[in-house]
C-alpha cells in the first residue's frame, strides 16, 4: 500500500510539474507580445529610390502610420497596395530597421512604349504592363508599338493579344527585354507587329530592321550593332535578319 501512495503523489507531482512549465511559457509569449506591442512600433517611413512619386504619395499608398506594429506588419499587403495604386513602380523592398524604422525601396519603370488603339494611345511598361494613357503628342516621344490589337486593355492589366498572335506577344516582350538588357532602348523608333512572320524595328533613325517572330533577340540586337560597324554613319535602309544566320543589308 505505501508503495502505491508513493506512486500516485510522484503521478501528481509530474501533473504539476508539467502544468508549472506549460504555464512558465505561456507568461513569457504573453510578455514577449506586450513587449512587441508596446515597444516596436512604427516611428519613421523611409522611402528611397522614387522620383515620380513623391514620399508622401508612397506613404499614403502604403497604408503604413505612426503608431502600426512594426514587427506584426504585413510586408506582402503593402507590397500588393503599392503595386496597385502606384502603377509606375516597377519593384519594391520592404524592411525593418529596429526599433521603429521602416524602410520602403522601389524601382520606377523609367522606360515605355506607345500604342495606339483606336483614339486611345497606351502606355506601356517593357514588361508589358498598361500603366497610363497619353496624347498623340506625348505619344511622339516615345518609342510606337504598332500593328496589334489589344484585348480588353485596361491601366493596371498586362497586355493580351488574339489567341493567334500569341507567338507576337511572347516576341515583342522578349525584344523589350533585349533592348533593356542591351541598353539601346533610346535607338528604338518603332516596332511594327503587322506581318504574321516578321517583326520590323525602326532602329537608330537609319534602318528597319527585320527579324522573325520567336528568335533569340540577344543575339540579334548584338547582330545588328555588328553590321551597323561596318557601315558608314551616313548609310541607310534595311537590315533582314530573317535568315538564320545571314544580314541581309538593302542599303537606301
Not at 502600426?68 to 520592404?94: C, F, G, M, P, S
Not at 527585320?210 to 533569340?216: E, F, S, T
Not at 541607310?236 to 544580314?247: F, K, P, Q, R, V
Request: charged share 25%.
Amino acid at each position: 500500500m505505501a508503495r502505491k501512495r508513493n506512486s500516485g503523489r510522484r503521478h501528481r507531482r509530474g501533473r504539476f510539474a508539467f502544468l508549472y512549465k506549460l504555464l512558465t511559457v505561456l507568461a513569457i509569449c504573453a510578455v514577449i507580445v506586450v513587449a512587441m506591442t508596446l515597444f516596436f512600433k512604427v516611428g519613421t517611413i523611409v522611402v528611397d529610390g522614387n522620383s515620380r512619386y513623391t514620399d508622401q504619395e508612397v506613404e499614403e499608398a502604403s497604408s503604413v502610420r505612426m503608431g502600426d506594429n512594426l514587427l506584426l506588419l504585413n510586408k506582402y499587403a503593402v507590397d500588393r497596395l503599392l503595386r496597385e495604386q502606384l502603377l509606375y513602380i516597377e519593384d519594391i523592398h520592404i524592411s525593418r530597421k529596429l526599433p521603429d524604422t521602416l524602410l520602403i525601396e522601389v524601382t520606377e519603370i523609367t522606360t515605355t512604349y506607345a500604342l495606339p488603339q483606336g483614339e486611345t494611345v497606351w502606355v506601356m511598361s517593357d514588361t508589358g504592363k498598361l500603366v497610363d494613357t497619353c496624347t498623340a503628342e506625348e505619344a511622339e516621344e516615345k518609342p510606337i508599338i504598332d500593328g496589334c490589337e489589344l484585348l480588353d486593355p485596361a491601366v493596371g492589366s498586362y497586355i493580351t493579344l488574339d489567341t493567334e498572335r500569341q507567338t507576337q506577344q511572347e516576341s515583342l516582350l522578349a525584344l523589350l527585354k533585349a533592348l533593356k538588357a542591351a541598353d539601346t532602348v533610346d535607338q528604338v523608333q518603332a516596332i511594327h507587329l503587322d506581318s504574321v512572320t516578321e517583326l520590323v524595328m525602326d532602329y537608330a533613325n537609319r534602318f528597319a530592321v527585320k527579324m522573325p517572330y520567336g528568335a533569340d533577340y540577344d543575339k540579334m540586337l548584338l547582330f545588328v550593332q555588328t553590321v551597323m560597324d561596318t557601315l558608314e554613319t551616313n548609310e541607310t535602309g534595311i537590315i533582314d535578319l530573317t535568315t538564320e544566320g545571314e544580314a541581309h543589308v538593302l542599303k537606301g
